[in-house]
């Protein structure tokens, strides 16, 4: 029998083979794993027959027999029954010959009952009568709850009722099968269905255009996020271009779903022989092979494609360095050393820096053949440009101590390299199987690394556990910056680079798994050192940061746990009449003030409104803010509980018990993790009420002009200013196309300044320079300032001396504060004129 590695194993008996239980195919992140192998698809679509008087589609044993055995021999090991149930001599006979089979429950032919209520169907009982003719089988690959629900019943029936009608039937299939993998071949019209219960993600493509299969399967894999992805049909029709077109057309079809990362692609179809809606097809001919078996120039085109699968043998790889950066790793390092000695990747080194470990870090790295470091601890960015300094290959990959990789890790990072200029990549980082539960709940936990990408393949940042770089370019810029020791360094460099004009790639299957904290008490640790992190990147990058204190991604930030913010209705794109092709779900935006709750500071203002509340004792009409306070504590509750309900664990189960534990503590680690990353930034100086203007001077209005004999372009001028600023530590952004200004120096806030340069020339070098810059006070803090003096006005009308003072004194510190504030900027603007513009330069 021919096994999906290439080597022969006797052929089992069915009987014999229904117990051999190790065989099951398991999803282990983004593959399918037989065992310590990866099972990769390489399949083809058989049927649909005419049926027989029985209604029978599989009834010629004879023929089954020698389509298997063709199919054996030209390199597929996977069959996909699509629109039927096959009986279960199919399946023995798929066995045989060395096949797995992809089994179709059919579910689209149930769903007009949902529309059709009158007559009830009891289709979860067919679903699972179904299973009951497959469960246990050793050919069993997948089953398929149905094959592409048409669109206008999709838009009639509303995605919600459908997906609610998917849920029903993978449960009912897990009920019968509980070990079995269970997916949905969804196509694009319908792509905007949320199914994240399934197993494994199947979709449907033809696409005639090699850049264009290429772009949209690094769509589908965002969309399949951490699952394995299964191109369910590619094809093409010889009968309108060509038997030749299309044997070359499936042949990069097939090598550009393997290059995305997908686990396979099953190839629509085996035989031009057809049967649909009660009829023969006569006018297309999608088959490998023609109606009476003959093989066509795509048989043997995709079998050699699939001979090259995941990669081609002859490609000229480059030498990667593998640095792996630990502190006190004794717990896990052994299991990454392990994980890189099995990389499937012909030129590799590693590089352990042990970064002054305490425990048996280094004695167990000596176990390995590997290149061990030690250094006393001085951080990881230290750690890092110690693995960068030794590293002999031109590209150096890094991974965490607390993590290992995927077999064919380095091979997507490498192959992401020689198609792009990317100066770095990066790839998802997913939580182990079989981690105790906490761990489980950490990974659908807001705060983990989590990659933010700008397109579906370009990333704005890579998380520091799975990034690799071209080692020339990070020399370029100095290598890591060594002021971060724990956390940040993976941000830094990111932007460094971007800064540079470079840009960044990512690759979905180039994951490597990394283990989550297992304790409440870690996880809180985790967040506290990302809080004093963010503090360390907005001292260096403040223009990154907005006043409040936070930086706004210009991509979109994929991973489990992400903290939901309130938003308007989710919106898909249908086309007229839903005609559109490519139908996608785009998420509403946030709901104006309702998105601030998803900030850390939000505590801080339930504190002051939990304040003023009790102020209502001293003069009772505060009391209104009682429902406000209410209402400020209870919006963060239905974000933890919209978190909670989309959290995933690995081993899902429709158990109570099961899931309440889990999502009671994930809601616990969503409530806490906002606070220790305030707790963190407060106590590095990342606060709202920060200033990092270091100059000082009166804070109005004022024109002044230069004479200069050192003639310069004024955007020239313009850019030293801008870059004086910056190097003073304060935030600085340049004016857009329809402004009156041409800098702006952020105080804090409640205040900024601004600058406008206007120059006349006047020849032999000479220049007159007139500057003119004045305070802008930001319109809340005017409003706070007005609320304070009313609130003030109004308790010492009613003779509520206290709370008057209280008030007015709140009045007084805002306005002071928004002038000492603009002070600041405006200081922070003449000290930079000074120093780029010196008046009467001979």
Not at 125 to 150: D, F, M, Q, S, W
Not at 215 to 236: C, F, T, W
Not at 795 to 810: L, S
Request: charged content about 20%; aromatic content about 12%; overall charge neutral.
């Amino acid at each position: 029998m021919l096994l999906n590695d290439g080597s022969i194993s006797p052929v089992y008996s069915g009987e014999e083979s229904i117990s051999n239980k190790s065989q099951r195919p398991k999803v282990k992140g983004k593959f399918l794993w037989l065992g310590n192998k990866k099972f990769w698809v390489r399949g083809v679509s058989y049927g649909a027959f005419s049926p027989d008087s029985n209604g029978q589609e599989y009834q010629d044993r004879e023929i089954i027999q020698q389509d298997f055995a063709q199919m054996a021999a030209s390199g597929f090991n996977t069959v996909r029954i699509p629109h039927t149930t096959p009986p279960r001599f199919l399946l023995d006979i798929a066995w045989q010959h060395g096949l797995r089979v992809m089994v179709g429950l059919s579910a689209e032919q149930y769903v007009g009952y949902l529309i059709d209520k009158k007559k009830p169907q009891d289709v979860e009982g067919l679903i699972r009568a179904k299973v009951k003719t497959c469960v246990g089988h050793p050919a069993l690959l997948c089953y398929a709850l149905g094959n592409e629900i048409p669109a206008s019943i999709l838009r009639w029936l509303g995605r919600r009722q459908v997906e609610a009608y998917l849920e029903r039937l993978y449960w009912a299939v897990k009920v019968e099968d509980p070990d079995s993998i269970v997916t949905y071949v969804n196509y694009p019209t319908t792509e905007y269905l949320q199914l994240p219960f399934l197993d494994l993600v199947s979709f449907n493509v033809y696409l005639e255009s090699q850049e264009g299969l290429a772009a949209y399967l690094h769509r589908l894999q965002n969309i399949a996020g951490d699952r394995p992805l299964l191109m369910s049909e590619v094809g093409l029709d010889g009968l309108r271009n060509g038997e030749e077109r299309q044997a070359e057309t499936l042949r990069w079809q097939i090598q550009t779903t393997f290059a995305a990362g997908c686990l396979g692609a099953v190839v629509f179809s085996w035989t031009d022989e057809w049967y649909r809606g009660g009829a023969e097809v006569d006018d297309w001919a999608f088959g490998l092979t023609r109606k009476d078996r003959s093989p066509k120039p795509a048989l043997l085109g995709v079998s050699k494609a699939f001979e090259d699968i995941p990669f081609p043998e002859n490609t000229n790889w480059p030498k990667i360095s593998v640095i792996m950066c630990c502190y006190n790793e004794e717990r896990t390092i052994r299991e990454g050393l392990e994980g890189l000695k099995h990389l499937q990747y012909p030129k590799y080194e590693v590089i352990v820096v042990d970064d002054g470990s305490t425990d048996l870090t280094a004695p167990i790295a000596k176990e390995y053949e590997v290149q061990l470091i030690s250094t006393p601890n001085r951080g990881l960015s230290s750690a890092r440009n110690t693995g960068l300094e030794a590293a002999t290959g031109e590209i150096v990959a890094y991974i965490d101590g607390d993590a290992y990789p995927d077999p064919h890790w380095l091979t997507y990072l490498a192959m992401t390299f020689s198609s792009t200029s990317h100066a770095g990549v990066g790839g998802p980082n997913l939580p182990p199987l079989g981690d105790q539960w906490i761990a489980d709940c950490v990974a659908n936990a807001p705060g983990r690394p989590q990659h933010v990408l700008l397109t579906d393949c370009e990333a704005e940042h890579i998380p520091g556990c799975n990034m690799a770089f071209r080692k020339e370019s990070l020399e370029t810029i100095g290598g890591f910056d060594p002021q971060f020791r724990n956390a940040g360094d993976d941000v830094d460099i990111c932007w460094r680079l971007q800064e540079k004009g470079w840009t960044l790639g990512y690759h979905p299957a180039a994951k490597v798994w990394h283990h989550c904290r297992n304790s409440i008490t870690a996880y809180w640790k985790q967040q506290l050192g990302y809080g004093k992190a963010e503090a360390l990147l907005e001292k260096k990058w403040p223009d990154k940061y907005n006043a409040v204190g936070h930086t706004a991604w210009g991509g979109r930030i994929y991973g489990k746990g992400l903290t939901e913010s309130l938003t308007w209705a989710h919106r898909i794109y249908h086309g007229t009449w839903g005609s559109a092709p490519f139908q996608s779900l785009y998420s509403g935006s946030p709901i104006g003030l309702f998105s601030l709750t998803t900030l850390p500071e939000w505590y801080l203002v339930s504190t002051v409104l939990a304040g003023i509340s009790l102020l209502g004792l001293l003069w009772p009409p505060l009391l209104w803010t009682v429902p406000v306070l209410a209402l400020a504590l209870f919006l963060p509750i239905i974000q933890v509980c919209l978190g909670t309900v989309k959290a995933n664990f690995p081993t899902q189960s429709p158990s109570f018990s099961y899931n309440l534990k889990r999502r009671i503590l994930t809601a616990i680690l969503h409530m806490i993790q906002p606070l220790a990353r305030l707790f963190g930034r407060l106590g590095s100086g990342l606060s709202p009420w920060r200033v990092r203007s270091s100059g000082f001077s009166s804070p109005w209005p004022k024109c002044k002009s230069v004479w200069s004999e050192d003639w310069k372009d004024p955007n020239t001028r313009l850019y030293l200013l801008y870059d004086a600023i910056r190097k003073d530590g304060a935030a600085v952004t340049h004016g857009g196309d329809f402004d009156r200004w041409d800098l702006e120096v952020r105080g804090g806030i409640f205040s900024t300044a601004r600058l406008l340069m206007a120059t006349e020339d006047h020849g032999s070098g000479s220049q007159f320079i007139r500057l003119w810059w004045w305070p802008k006070f930001y319109p809340g803090g005017v409003a706070l300032a007005f609320l304070l003096l009313l609130l003030s006005i109004s308790a010492g009308a009613d003779q509520a001396w206290a709370v008057c003072g209280i008030f007015g004194t709140g009045t007084f510190l805002v306005v002071l504060r928004m002038f000492m504030e603009s002070a600041k900027a405006i200081g922070t603007i003449k000290t930079a004129i000074k120093q780029t513009i010196p008046s009467d330069t001979k």
